[in-house]
T-cell receptor, first 113, second 110 residues
Framework: ETGVTQTPRHLVMGMTNKKSLKCEQH?????MYWYKQSAKKPLELMFVYNFKEQTENNSVPSRFSPECPNSSHLFLHLHTLQPEDSALYLC????????????FGEGSWLTVV | EDQVTQSPEALRLQEGESSSLNCSYTVSGLRGLFWYRQDPGKGPEFLFT???AGEEKEKERLKATLTKKESFLHITAPKPEDSATYLCAVHASGTYKYIFGTGTRLKVLA
């Protein structure tokens, strides 16, 4: 399925910049997720929203700020990032019930300079 | 602690040489085990969901199986286009967390 769309696909930002990543799902799901993928590490869960309410915050630094205005849209606001935050940021969605498949977008490649 | 371990980390096969990838897991109340394929620079693409021990699913050259402690992804007569990273994940009961392994990087040589 290709029902999760992420923009931008690539982003280069300075450490003092403020930028946002956007995600939209067209699958009718109620849960949305942000994951971080770094080289040779497993996918790291950052945030989970279910019906617009945040249900998980996996000890993510405050320089990452999520926003979920409705069940179809998810944002990740970025400010004063560090070079080690450079990674692939993946958005995903699921129906939220136990055991249902989670579907990913193509990801946003972030480089912090 | 819920955990997923995949092996081997990397695997090189000749075209047509069948093999298996392993996913060992520890989870408090398995709600589902998932296999994904990820190509470089792209998001993970869903392959299979398994729910209970003994369950098997197939798709083209791939077959996934599940026991109470591990899952295998069997690749029969692979082709170069099967080259990718294969990810395993589990979903534990009472949580929205999907826990991923580090993946197996598969390279199939022509």
């Amino acid at each position: 399925e290709t029902g999760v769309t992420q923009t931008p696909r690539h982003l280069v930002m300075g450490m003092t910049n403020k930028k946002s990543l956007k995600c939209e799902q067209h699958l009718g799901h109620n849960a949305m997720y942000w994951y971080k993928q770094s080289a040779k590490k497993p996918l790291e869960l950052m945030f989970v929203y279910n019906f617009k309410e945040q249900t998980e915050n996996n000890s993510v630094p405050s320089r990452f700020s999520p926003e979920c205005p409705n069940s179809s849209h998810l944002f990740l606001h970025l400010h004063t990032l560090q070079p080690e935050d450079s990674a692939l940021y993946l958005c995903a969605s699921s129906s939220g019930e136990g055991g249902n498949t989670i579907y990913f977008g193509e990801g946003s490649w972030l480089t912090v300079v | 602690e819920d955990q997923v371990t995949q092996s081997p980390e990397a695997l090189r096969l000749q075209e047509g040489e069948s093999s298996s990838l392993n996913c060992s897991y520890t989870v408090s109340g398995l709600r589902g085990l998932f296999w994904y394929r990820q190509d470089p620079g792209k998001g993970p693409e869903f392959l299979f969901t398994l729910y209970s021990a003994g369950e098997e699913k197939e798709k083209e050259r791939l077959k996934a199986t599940l026991t109470k402690k591990e899952s295998f992804l069997h690749i029969t007569a692979p082709k170069p286009e099967d080259s990718a990273t294969y990810l395993c994940a589990v979903h534990a009961s009472g949580t929205y967390k999907y826990i991923f392994g580090t993946g197996t990087r598969l390279k199939v040589l022509a």
